[in-house]
């Protein structure tokens, strides 16, 4: 069964830092992107970062140069390193697996995580 | 960054109603597009992706249609459980961006 849980999420003060994790399972966690999408209460969903398979990273550009995606196949794991964080990084951060279809260029989002609350706050 | 919009924001429906809700991008995105539906306080479900393809055990009531910068999603004969928020979203170019949601709410 595939499966995706966040963790790390918390009350954070504006400009301080937060680092959240992913961990994978049910699926070899190499051969797939895997993605950061964010929700604030009652709001739509945003797309905010992705790896790659290859390591290629891709932000959005609200949070370029303030969060860092990262992966380590070894552990099954994807984090999302938030730095200088502002009260409009308050959401439910999700992770979501990446799949593309057969022919490479389709990619969807097929199974997420639970989410992650974060909430930027004094 | 690609917009998405789509219409109409809210929907009201009875059982057994057929449904459609559009989605329209600022500009071509070929067939880059995928449907989500999200129940509350749940993660998003994939219900279509490539604009028309139906995502594995997902029911037959749903299609998805549509190419270039329209498409639309269909719900041939609404259940209960579908009363939930669908999302678009475009995959042709980062940021992925997303409609900003459907509410479908029982008559």
């Known amino acids: 069964e595939v499966q995706l849980v966040e963790s790390g999420g918390g009350l954070v003060q504006p400009g301080g830092s937060l680092r959240l994790s992913c961990t994978a399972s049910g699926f070899t966690f190499s051969n797939y992107d895997i993605h950061w999408v964010r929700q604030a209460t009652g709001k739509g969903l945003e797309w905010v970062s992705s790896i790659d398979t290859d390591g290629d990273t891709y932000y959005r550009g609200s949070v370029r140069g303030r969060f860092t995606i990262s992966r380590e196949s070894a552990w099954n794991s994807l984090y999302l390193q938030m730095d200088s964080l502002r009260a409009g990084d308050t959401a439910v951060y999700y992770c979501?697996?990446?799949?593309?279809?057969?022919?490479?260029?389709?990619?969807?989002?097929?199974?997420w995580g639970q989410g992650s609350l974060v909430t930027v706050s004094s | 960054d690609i917009q998405m919009t789509q219409s109409p924001s809210s929907l009201s429906a009875s059982v057994g109603d057929r449904v459609t809700i559009t989605c329209r991008a600022s500009q071509s995105i070929s067939s880059y597009l995928n449907w989500y539906q999200q129940k509350p306080g749940k993660a998003p479900n994939l219900l279509i992706y490539?604009?028309?393809t139906l995502q594995s055990g997902v029911p037959s009531r749903f299609s998805g249609s549509g190419s270039g910068t329209d498409f639309a999603l269909t719900i041939s004969s609404l259940q209960p459980e579908d009363f939930a928020v669908y999302y678009c979203?475009?995959?042709?170019?980062?940021?992925?961006?997303f409609g900003q949601g459907t509410k479908l709410e029982i008559k």
């Open positions: 490539a604009a028309y």
């Open positions: 979501a697996r990446g799949s593309r279809v057969a022919s490479g260029d389709y990619v969807y989002f097929d199974y």
């Open positions: 979203q475009q995959s042709y170019s980062t940021p992925y961006t």
